[in-house]
């Protein structure tokens, strides 16, 4: 084969912070993307990538002399110069952390390209020292999660906003994305950071930094609006805390932070003294009203702020489209009010838009930018202006984030035998989906494992637990029996595209599940007079609409509508369930429980099945009954039961 038909490949990598991942492009196609997470079954992963790598190369029967390049998403010796000069700035605070900190440094970090040939050496066993290895690429942080939000959208022009914790000095990022570039037009450093300030308060509430902020995203509308605490919570975190200027641009007064240069997000005497209540204890079971209205409090200048910069962007760039990523964009809240306000005719989030996105960034980034190549057909065509918010798959290039490992019939069949679980095998796929259907609409709740997993944190209905969105035990029952989380976590729904405007106030698909909107008014039913003077659970009970399940406690859901396309299978149960059963939505709750990643193999959604009061499970073709499964002995280490197929 000569040169012009080889394909290019190009390996993306994130990792040693959080959400480590791994991207193949072949030729400017996303061939697969994954977050090891997914693979080491340890949530939130920082470690090198080995088994999403793996995957990748496994599965274009590549080796690591076939890439053409292999690029980190964000350069270490810039994010080693901020970690030196802000220790400088705040000295003498801080110097448990700086010798923590400079040891791993000083050792591994400021050697990043031989720990990345090291790690990927490793994967190819004995006598990978003489393996010839690609050039290796480091881009910046934030043009990494730019190149994610604008280039694997419709769009041919947009504007572009990152917003996040930190990259190497970066925290906000406006740029203007025109064709195969990326022209970054302001920037906000740190130690200013709006990811930051949500992740504070995310540790004042108790819960996990880099995990539970969507916790506090969830736990926020339970604040009571028509009382005066938010309000007062509000006025002290824009006195005190943040000074927001009207360009979106904001500072952060660092006498009330500590994580400049030390192991704690806050000053624990300073914020018990401005707001009157101690920090929650972590992930405490019970949550007192005042953390709620802290949360909503923080919520509200979270999506003030977020208007302000993309309205600035918008500005700068003359452009009515808008792409979207990282931590930041996955408030899901911030982007529905985004949405409503009419800033933009057109916005696009990237799925994956925390640090995991950042491989799928940093590999287009050397695509695009470092080679110059010409975008996508797809992309270049779809900038239109006519297409809608989160663009149908063929619109993006993200082929609806199904970019993961798939497994096989004929897999799965041999997982169930070795596991001895009994199935019964479905021949027609029409057959298995009214199944399905029928069971759900009898009360059950059931494991739905196909195709491709997801790339990102939202399952989208081939790693997901589903369920009936009308029955109003299913939320309480979802929680405490099956996701094993805290009782006031609210679901999302999933609706057939064609339906999402019969039961949401949603301007325009959501694919991706990443825009919160209203339940439509003629499904809610009125509220009890005393509904804000109500404890957490018993508000949460509440029946608030024809949709229970899914409708949280401000009459919201954060919805994904689903096209035929991008999962046929998935589809034609919501059509199976609508025809049968008369209703196009279910509830999607990603197929894991609380502390453990989204399932990714056919023995972990097993697994995962036999550990929860799940009642069914599909498996591909298979349908499993609980009833009928040999219980797991209480002796048993289930990891254990692995073993390669």
């Known amino acids: 084969m000569d040169d012009a038909q080889t394909p290019l490949y190009i390996l993306g990598i994130s990792a040693w912070y959080h959400d480590s991942a791994a991207v193949l492009l072949r030729d400017g196609h996303i061939a697969g993307a994954a977050q090891e997470e997914r693979f080491s079954r340890k949530k939130h992963d920082p470690s090198f990538p080995a088994g999403a790598v793996r995957f990748l190369l496994d599965e274009e029967g590549l080796s690591l002399a ?24 705040f000295a003498p605070r801080g110097p448990a952390s700086f010798v923590a900190s400079m040891s791993v440094w000083i050792k591994e970090k400021l050697f990043m390209r031989s720990m990345l040939e090291k790690e990927l050496r490793a994967l190819c066993g004995p006598g990978a020292e003489t393996i010839p290895l ?58 200013h950071s ?37 309000r007062a919570y509000e006025e002290k975190i824009r006195r005190n805390l943040v000074d927001v200027r009207e360009d979106g641009s904001f500072f952060l007064n660092m006498d009330f932070f500590a994580y400049a240069v030390g192991f704690r997000m806050y000053d624990e005497k300073r914020w018990q003294g401005l707001f009157g209540v101690p920090p929650r204890a972590p992930e405490a079971e019970a949550v007192e009203q005042e953390y709620m209205d802290m949360a909503l409090a923080v919520q509200n200048v979270t999506e003030d702020i977020v208007l302000r910069i993309a309205r600035t962007a918008g500005q700068l760039t003359g452009s009515r489209r808008l792409c979207l990523a990282g931590g930041v964009a996955l408030n899901c809240v911030a982007n529905g009010k985004l949405w409503e306000s009419g800033l933009f005719d057109d916005i696009w989030v990237q799925p994956a838009s925390g640090d995991a996105g950042g491989a799928l960034g940093a590999a287009l980034a050397r695509l695009y930018i470092g080679l110059d190549r010409p975008r996508s057909a797809d992309a270049a065509n779809a900038g239109d202006g006519e297409r809608p918010l989160q663009s149908t798959a063929g619109s993006d290039t993200m082929q609806g984030a199904y970019l993961g490992p798939a497994f096989s019939r004929e897999a799965i069949l041999r997982t169930c035998r070795r596991l001895k679980a009994p ?94 909107a209203p339940v439509r008014e003629n499904l809610r039913n009125p509220l009890p007079d005393d509904y804000e003077s109500m404890p957490l659970l018993d508000r949460l009970y509440v029946m608030r609409s024809t949709l229970p399940a899914v409708t949280h406690v401000d009459y919201s859901a954060r919805v994904q509508t689903v096209n035929r396309a991008a999962n046929p299978r998935y589809r034609k149960l919501l059509d199976a369930f609508h025809t049968r059963h008369g209703c196009p939505v279910l509830v999607n709750t990603s197929f894991n429980v609380r502390g453990e990643p989204l399932v990714c193999t056919p ?20 349908i499993l009954d609980k009833k009928e499964q040999a219980p797991l002995r209480e002796d048993t280490d289930w990891r254990s039961l692995y073993t390669p197929d």
Not at 68 to 79: A, G
Not at 136 to 144: A, I, K, M, N, Q
Not at 181 to 186: E, M, Q
Not at 424 to 429: D, G, S
Request: one cysteine or more; a negative charge.
């Open 134 to 191: 690609p050039p290796f690429f480091f881009p910046e942080h934030h043009l990494s999660h730019a190149a994610s939000a604008f280039f694997p959208s419709p769009f041919e022009e947009a504007a572009v906003v990152t917003l996040d914790g930190v990259g190497e000095w970066t925290t906000t990022s406006l740029a203007h994305g025109r064709g195969n570039t990326i022209s970054t037009l302001r920037e906000l450093h740190f130690p």
């Open 423 to 516: 199935f019964v095998l479905y021949e027609n796929e029409d057959e298995l989906c009214d199944a399905a259907a029928d069971l759900i609409a009898g009360g059950a709740v059931l494991g739905w494992f196909q195709g491709r997993m997801e790339y990102g944190p939202r399952a989208l209905g081939n790693r997901s637990i589903l369920a009936d969105p009308r029955n109003p035990d299913m939320q309480k029952r979802l929680n405490l029996k099956v996701k094993y989380r805290e009782g006031f976590r609210p679901f999302a729904p999933s609706v057939a595209e064609e339906a999402y405007s019969e039961f949401f106030n949603l301007k325009s698909i959501s694919p991706y599940m990443l825009v919160v």
């Open 66 to 89: 076939d890439l053409d390049s292999i690029v980190f998403y964000e350069k270490p010796f810039l994010k080693f110069e901020r970690l030196l000069e802000t220790y400088h700035a």
């Open 194 to 230: 709006l990811g930051l300030l949500y992740s504070a308060f995310t540790a004042y509430c108790g819960f996990k930094v880099n995990s539970g902020e969507y916790k506090l995203m969830g736990l926020a509308p339970y604040g009571r609006r028509q009382g005066g605490q938010v």
């Open 603 to 622: 023995e972990d959604a097993y697994l995962c099945f036999m550990r929860t009061e799940m009642d069914y499970l599909v498996l591909g073709d298979c």
